[in-house]
């Protein structure tokens, strides 16, 4: 049990205890992926865990605003889900708290000198929060005896979907950190928020639990992520930036059917409508002020050779290295669609499905991890800062926190991949997971000031 003499050697140690559960609950959780809005038996055993170490938490409608969500299952598949995540051990209260999606939760762990009342805690001291993402991907996973979670019996047990992207192992690591912290509670000079968030593929989890007030009186945000670009065990980038605004939309056009043979005239071709408003998207002028892009990845139409389609959906995707960019380019998506419907006479109607602001990691808190990544002697290859250009929907905490003050921090620690992120022979070497969670446990503890650990 740690006392106010808990060294290096004994943080490390309590670290190395824990080595198993966090690879038994990695792949547990990577046998068991859930998409997302239907993290149903992730989150209930995450919340059953926090609740048995004295975190007080916040669930369900509490945890995130539900009409904010751009995009909910449909209610077949939420029940189908929630029944799964019942018949794999889920407890079904924790669920019945959960409703249609509402998976996201955190936890806090307030210091000994105060008294938890459920809305404001540790007046004069910080409260640090941690985010762990938990969503699978829609991904058949590989069989082949050459993927080690196929030839260990540790792959996905659920057809089409897979932890492809090793939010498996950040849950794990969260979990770890719940225990480790809970050991050290006496230590603690503040409160230790742990937010478990659903839905960040797609980037539509992040934005509903900020508005349920996950990020209130948080003065210090840490995000991490395995792999990305830390692509070595034994790499770590201390902070990120170059998030890219990001906007994902789908547009249906809508025109008449009419016999190709017979009475072309008398249609209105919404795959013509399409195609013009794809190709003209395309082309937007871009924005002087930095980098953006553009992109068109699905389109769908018709029915026969000799039918006017009188249909067509297409789903695309707009990013800036500004969130003025970011609008800039999707406002313009709005107009050339709009125009190509009316050049064609069809009618058309834009949904945005997707969408997160730009951000950067705060340059003092990326210092202080990179201070204690360095004093750790665990890494070899630290990196102060890495440019992402890519989007994360870390992005809409980061904001929240630094709008009103905070600091905030995406950092990656390096773990070995067998094949690229988002792919279906995509695994990560497990002997990263200590690492990471020894470094997130040291920064946190330095930024509450427990005297004697860091
Ligand atoms: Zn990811």
Redesign the pocket.
């Known amino acids: 049990m740690a006392n106010s003499h808990t060294s290096k050697a004994d943080l490390r140690s309590l670290v190395r205890t824990l080595e198993p559960q966090l690879i038994a609950w990695r792949r547990d959780l990577h046998q068991h992926p859930e998409s997302s809005f239907t993290e149903y038996r992730t989150a209930s055993l995450i919340a059953q865990h926090l609740q048995t170490l004295g975190y007080a938490v916040t669930m369900g409608a509490q945890a995130q605003r539900g009409q904010a969500r751009l995009w909910v299952p449909d209610a077949q598949h939420s029940t189908a889900a929630r029944q799964w995540a019942l018949a794999q051990g889920a407890n079904p209260a924790l669920v019945q708290r959960m409703g249609n999606g509402l998976t996201g939760l955190w936890a806090d762990l307030v210091c000994p000198n105060d008294n938890y009342d459920g809305t404001d805690c540790c007046e004069e001291y910080p409260l640090v929060a941690l985010r762990f993402?938990m969503d699978a991907l829609e991904l058949p996973e590989a069989a082949s005896q050459t993927h080690r979670p196929a030839r260990e019996a540790f792959a996905s047990c659920r057809a089409g979907l897979m932890h492809a992207?090793?939010?498996d192992g950040h849950v794990a690591v969260g979990l770890g950190l719940a225990s480790l912290l809970a050991q050290l509670r006496p230590l603690l000079r503040g409160t230790v928020r742990l937010i478990f968030q659903p839905a960040?593929?797609g980037g539509i989890g992040a934005h509903p639990m900020e508005l349920a007030g996950a990020l209130h009186g948080v003065d210090y945000l840490i995000g991490m992520?395995l792999g990305?670009q830390a692509e070595h065990t034994g790499d770590v980038v201390c902070g990120t930036d170059c998030f890219l605004a990001t906007t994902t939309f789908e547009i249906t056009f809508t025109g008449s059917p009419a016999h190709a043979g017979m009475a072309p005239q008398e249609g209105k071709n919404a795959l013509l409508a399409a195609t013009t408003a794809v190709q003209n998207i395309h082309a937007i002028t871009r924005h002087g002020d930095g980098v953006s892009r553009i992109n068109i990845g699905q389109l769908r139409s018709g029915d026969a050779p000799n039918i006017i389609p009188p249909q067509a959906w297409l789903c695309g995707e707009t990013r800036g290295i500004s969130t003025a960019i970011n609008d800039f380019m999707m406002g313009e998506v709005e107009r050339m669609a709009h125009a190509a419907a009316q050049m064609w006479g069809c009618e058309c109607s834009i949904r945005r499905i997707g969408e997160c602001p730009s951000a950067a990691s705060s340059t003092k808190l990326t210092d202080r991890v990179q201070s204690i990544a360095k004093s750790m002697g665990l890494f070899r290859n630290i990196r102060h800062t890495a440019h992402f250009w890519a989007s994360?929907d870390f992005t809409w905490l980061m904001n929240a926190v630094q709008k009103t003050g905070g600091q905030a921090v995406f950092l990656q620690v390096g773990a070995k991949r067998s094949a690229g992120?988002h792919t279906s022979y995509f695994d990560f070497d497990e002997q990263a997971l200590c690492p990471a969670l020894e470094l997130l446990a040291r920064v946190t503890l330095s930024t509450l000031n427990a005297q004697g650990i860091v």
């Open positions: 993402d992207c090793g939010h960040e593929e992520h990305i994360e992120h």
